[in-house]
């Protein structure tokens, strides 16, 4: 059995039954092993594939997010002072100009639209003066205008 | 067991984990194969209990399985593994620790009635390194039976090479008490 006089001839007792150390596994061990790091392995990919599709959603959220605000800055734009609506902006860049013809809006230039549109304003003051000054001269606003009275 | 070089052993994981890295899962079995029977013996030294022991190594397996780079990539690919173990049986110990309670003093109750009626010594030793605290014990597994070096027992254990000398020390003493009466007593037989 076990003769030793110092740690080291133990030591050598022990090395001699490391072969015999031998710690039998349970015989399904191996597969059910196997199973479990392909189970871990999918479940690994299946994750990855939730975290890419969340992602890509993501990023079409974004996308079109980014091209919903930037259509709304280009609308504002058209109707800020100085830029025709005819001209398609994005960003900073011109994209084109419209091939429909602007209709201009007509302006009513006789007597008694000009004082419906005063009246409607509210200015009565100024209703007046424009009755004088077409009692005062003769013909339309246009004639007016062109004789510079 | 047959026992392989340090350094040939070491070629052999690194090429397995590299084959289940390139194929998948399915070469597991191989480095299964090679390391399983040297990981249960650490394990259960760690663990003191067969079924824990085998979940440690499952894990372990697992884990690899699912990032074999590191173990590829690992500068030591065995104390890496024992390593991995180790962490493993030390989780499962953790979880399992209202239930240890239990069955250490079941183990207790059990000592003191146990005879060693086997003649077998590897079963004599592997009683008497039960009896031992895990951190010594488990330093007298990969000392000897793993044939490391103090340098990487530190290494795996995560502690300095002169604790490791020390326990191991500790350890043969505490061997030396437990195995002597034995002989005595196969002497006076």
Redesign the interface.
Known sequence: ????ED?HS??E???????????P??GS??Q???D???Q??SR?IYKRSIVAGVMFFLAITLLSGMRDSERTQTAASDRGPGWSKAIYVKSSQVLGISTTTHQPVIIKTDWNSVQATLKQTGEWGLVDAVVQFRNERAGTIEQIFHRGD | ?E?QSPGKFAAKIRCCANDLQDH??DK??SL??LT??RL??YA?TVTKN?SD??DA??AT??RI??KPKILATAQQPWPYLLRVTRNEALRILQKRKPIQIFAQCRQLWARDSETVEE????Q???KALKRLPTSQSEV?VLK??EDMTFAEIANVLDESPNTVASRY?YA??K??NY??P??HE?INV
Do not use: C, P
């Not at chain 1, 007792?13 to 710690?23: F, T, Y």
């Not at chain 2, 003649?119 to 590897?122: G, L």
């Open positions: 059995m076990f003769e030793f740690h133990l030591e007792q022990l090395m001699k039954v490391s072969s015999d150390s031998a710690i596994l349970r061990h191996r059910q092993v196997l479990a790091a392909r871990a392995r690994k | 067991m026992k998948g899962v597991l079995g299964y194969d399983a029977h249960i013996r259960v067969m022991a085998e190594i499952q397996m697992v399985a699912v003649n077998d010594e590897a004599m030793i592997r007298v000897i039976w020390r043969l003493q061997l030396d195995l002597r034995m002989t196969d």
